[in-house]
């Protein structure tokens, strides 16, 4: 069964940090992309950034390229969003999810999804 676990949300301020995890079990990584995406109210889900393990290529989307960066730890089964100089429009919940995924930040290309997890940026 596919599970992806979402964690490290929170609130922080204007410029502060955070790092997001998401845990995933059954099925294997090295096969898959990891995408993180976010919702904020009123708003559509939005791609923020993507991992493909088979390569380890990284993809950005423009308003956060340069502040967030993506990986994936080193037991394997865990990708982790290193969020920097955060913003108030950061703010939403963030969600990661997995597939294989052409265009790789478009959320309707991902059909396992993660609960999310809170972030807000407020001072």
């Known amino acids: 069964q596919v599970q992806l676990v979402e964690s490290g949300g929170g609130l922080v301020q204007p410029g502060g940090s955070l790092r997001l995890s998401c845990a995933v079990s059954?099925?294997?990584?090295?096969?898959?992309?990891i995408g993180w995406f976010r919702q904020a109210p009123g708003k559509e889900r939005e791609g923020v950034s993507c991992?493909?393990?088979?390569?380890?290529?990284?993809f950005y989307a423009e308003p956060v390229k340069g502040r967030f960066s993506i990986s994936r730890g080193n037991a394997k089964n865990t990708v982790y969003l290193e969020m920097n100089s955060l913003k108030p429009e950061d703010t939403a919940v963030y969600y990661c999810?997995?597939?294989?995924?052409?265009?790789?930040?478009?959320?309707?290309?991902?059909?396992?999804w993660g609960q999310g997890t809170q972030v807000t940026v407020s001072s």
């Open positions: 999810a997995t597939g294989t995924p052409l265009r790789v930040l478009n959320p309707n290309e991902y059909p396992y």
């Open positions: 059954g099925f294997n990584l090295d096969y898959y992309a």
């Open positions: 991992i493909r393990s088979s390569d380890g290529s990284t």
